[in-house]
C-alpha cells in the first residue's frame, strides 16, 4: 500500500496557556539544546524538526510538541511516498534501477567469541547474575563491533549499570506477582494480574527503545519512539481480545451443547487468523517506529503477506506432524519387535541391533519439530527485510530454504552433542549467515545521507539518556 510522507515544521509559535519562555525551557531540557540553537528555533522561521516521516509517527511527535507547549504543522515531503510493496516482499522503485548494494559483512570467529561467552557464563554464576548486565553488553559490543557495511562498522552504546537496574525492576516485579496472586485478598490479586497485564507492554517497548538508542554506526544512532499505548494494543490487546472471543463463543456454543467439539471451529479461526495479525502489528510496530538518525524506517508489507506466510506454516507443520506419527509408530513397532525373539521368549540381542534404528526414528522426529521453524524463520526474514526501507535506501534479504535449515540443523546437532559448549560458535555461524544473505540498495549517496542526517540530529540535539534498560 501507498504511505505519505510528511515534514514536521515549526515557526516558533507556542499554544495557548504557555507561556513563551516557559516552552523554550522545555525544548531545551527535553532535547538537551543551547540557549543559542534554542533561540535559532523560536526565531519565527521555518524549521524542520522531522523530515519524511510516515503520518502516524509524525503525529505522534506533534502531540509530543503540544504537551511541551509548541504549536507545529504538518507537510507534505518532497521526498514523495513509498512504492508499494509487490508479492514477491521486494519494493518496488516504480523507475529503472540504479541502486547500488552494500553488503553487510561478519568478521567474528568463534574461537574468539567462545572466550569471551565462556567468562560472561561463569562470572554470571560466580556473581549470582548480577553480571548478566554486563555479559549483555560485552556481547552485543562483539557482535555489533564485527558487523561492517560499507566500510564501517556498528557499535553499541549501553551502559550495563542501566540494564541491571531494569533486570532489578522486572525480578521484583515478578516477585510482587507471585506474592499478590498467592494472596486469599481478590483485590491484591487482581491487582498483581493487572501489573502482569500492563507489564508485557512495558517491557517491550522500554527493550526495544533501550536497544536502539544505544546503537550507532558512522557516529550517528539509531532510535525507537513506539509509545506504550500502541504496545499495550498490540502486545496486550490482541491477545486479551482472542481470548474474549474464544471465551464469548464457547459460552454460546455452551447454549446449545455440551459438546466441547465444537470449540475447535472457533480456536482455529482465531489460531490461523489472528496469530499472523499480530505478527503483522508486532513487526510494523518495530520497523515503522525505528529511526536512523532523525528519520523513520517505513515498513511496506501488508497483513496478508503474513497470513499467506502463516498458511505455509500450518501446512508444513501439518506434513512434519504426520511424518513424526508415522515416526512414532514405527519406533514402537521396533521397540515391540525387538524385545521378542523368534521363539516367543524375550531377546535382549535384539534390542541391542534396533537401537540405531530406534536413534534413527528419534532424529526424524527431531528433523519433523525443526522443519516448521526453519521455514517460518526464512520466510519471515525475507519478509520483513525486503519490505523495510528508509528513504532512498532499502534492506534486501534472500535466505534459502536449504543452506539456512543446513545451518540450524547442524548447529543444534553440536549444540547437543557438545552439551551446549558449541553455542558460541552456532552464534557466531548464523550473524555470518545472516550477513552474508542481507544487504542494503542504496539509490543515494550514503555517506551524503548520512552527513547530512549528522547535521540535522546536531541542530536538534541529542534525547535523554535512558536511566534502565532490558
Sequence with gaps: MTQALFDVVFHGEVLAGFSRDEVKQAFARSFKLSDSKVEQIFSGNCYCLRAAQEE????????????????????????????????????????????????????GSGGEYFRIWIVN????????????????????????????????????LANPVAILKGRVLALALVVAYVVG????????????????????????????????RYSEWRNLRFDFDGSFRIAMLIFTGLPLSALILIGVTAETINLWTTSVGWLVAPMLLVL????????????????????????????????????????????????????????????????????????????????????????????????????????????????????TRLGDFRLQANYELGSYGKLVLVNVLLTLLSLGLYRPFAMVRTARYRAAHTRLLAAASLAAFVAREQEQVGAQGEFHELDFGV
Design 181 to 212: 496472586t498467592s494472596t486469599p485478598l481478590w483485590w491484591v490479586s487482581a491487582l498483581a494480574v493487572l501489573m502482569a497485564i500492563l507489564m508485557i507492554p512495558f517491557f517491550v517497548q522500554r527493550a526495544l527503545t533501550f536497544n536502539a
Design 121 to 156: 557464563i561463569l562470572l554470571t554464576i560466580a556473581t549470582l547474575g548480577i553480571y548478566s548486565a554486563w555479559a549483555k553488553v560485552r556481547t552485543r559490543q562483539y557482535f555489533y563491533g564485527n558487523t561492517e557495511l560499507d566500510g564501517s562498522r556498528f557499535t553499541y
Design 56 to 107: 502516524m509517527p509524525a503525529r505522534d511527535y506533534l502531540r509530543r510538541l503540544e504537551r511541551l507547549g509548541a504549536r507545529a504543522d504538518l507537510e507534505p515531503s518532497p521526498a514523495g511516498v513509498v512504492a508499494p510493496a509487490l508479492d514477491s516482499g521486494v519494493i518496488a522503485t516504480g523507475e529503472p534501477s540504479t541502486e547500488q548494494a552494500h553488503g553487510f559483512c561478519f568478521h
Design 272 to 387: 490461523v487468523m489472528g496469530v499472523p495479525y499480530f505478527l503483522y502489528r508486532q513487526n510494523r510496530y518495530w520497523v515503522s517506529h525505528s529511526m536512523y538518525g532523525s528519520r523513520h524506517f517505513q515498513f511496506g508489507a501488508d497483513s496478508s503477506q503474513f497470513l499467506r506466510l502463516w498458511l505455509k506454516l500450518l501446512l508444513c507443520a501439518a506434513a512434519a506432524a504426520l511424518l513424526a506419527g508415522l515416526a512414532l509408530a514405527l519406533k514402537g513397532a521396533l521397540t515391540a519387535t525387538s524385545m521378542v525373539g523368534p521363539g516367543g521368549e524375550d531377546s535382549s540381542a535384539g534390542t541391542v541391533l534396533v537401537l540405531p534404528l530406534v536413534l534413527l526414528v528419534y532424529a526424524v522426529m527431531g528433523l519433523c519439530y525443526l522443519l516448521p521453524l526453519i521455514c517460518f524463520s526464512v520466510g519471515a526474514n525475507n519478509l520483513v527485510y525486503n519490505n
